[in-house]
């Protein structure tokens, strides 16, 4: 695992250390040091620890002017033990939140399980996106159904043409334009 590095394409356009209304403004990387571990496999140091044990993101691009966020996951989102989604929730969701972003990609293909718990916190950011999004996209099949059994999807918009976008091939406004567009023909099927 200390070989996946979040995306990196979109850094001549956002760095989430250089924006001051990231959460991780200021912070400095090391290429060499590796601090981070979901449990005995090390991660690359370029990804952010959120407060979880289990799961680590990368701020990949926001774009305030138009409320959205891409955020990339890796790790095991773990709710049942770690309550992973308040990590998620509290120290990154509001405070970006606080800044008008009310749009948020969520690319989880490396994101290895999913142990649900309580949906509250996930109906809580649902709530507050109010005229916005939540869209989970390239999450692998089995984190996928575990977010369906718990009923997460009613939250988070997952699978069929969420899971199936080359979302590499797309600048950030592309993305978030295809993902809207899906969203809206979501909404209205």
């Known amino acids: 695992m200390h070989t996946i590095e979040p995306y990196f394409a979109w850094r001549h356009l956002y760095n989430a250390e250089e924006d ?3 959460p991780f403004f200021g912070r400095e990387y090391s290429e060499f040091e590796f601090t981070h571990s979901v449990y005995d496999h090390l991660i690359h140091p370029q990804w952010d620890s959120m407060g979880s ?3 680590y993101i990368k701020i990949l691009f926001c774009n305030y002017d138009r409320g959205f966020a891409v955020i ?3 790790g095991e989102w773990n709710d ?5 989604i308040m990590y998620l929730k509290r120290n990154i969701v509001e405070h970006l939140e606080d800044h008008g972003i009310n749009k948020f990609i969520l690319v989880g293909e ?4 999913f142990h649900s718990d309580d949906d509250s916190y996930y109906q809580e950011w649902f709530d507050d996106v109010e005229d916005g999004w939540i869209a989970g996209i390239n999450f692998r099949e089995h984190v996928r159904r575990e977010f369906e059994s718990a009923n997460i999807d009613y939250y988070i918009a997952l699978g069929g043409k ?3 976008l080359n979302w590499r091939c797309y600048s950030p406004n592309q ?3 295809k993902v809207e567009s899906l969203m809206t023909k979501r909404l209205t099927a």
């Open 20 to 22: 001051e209304f990231s």
């Open 53 to 55: 044990a289990t799961l």
């Open 72 to 74: 990339e996951m890796i």
């Open 80 to 84: 049942c033990l770690y309550n992973d």
């Open 110 to 113: 490396n994101v290895l399980n």
């Open 162 to 164: 969420f899971n199936e």
């Open 175 to 177: 993305l978030c334009d």
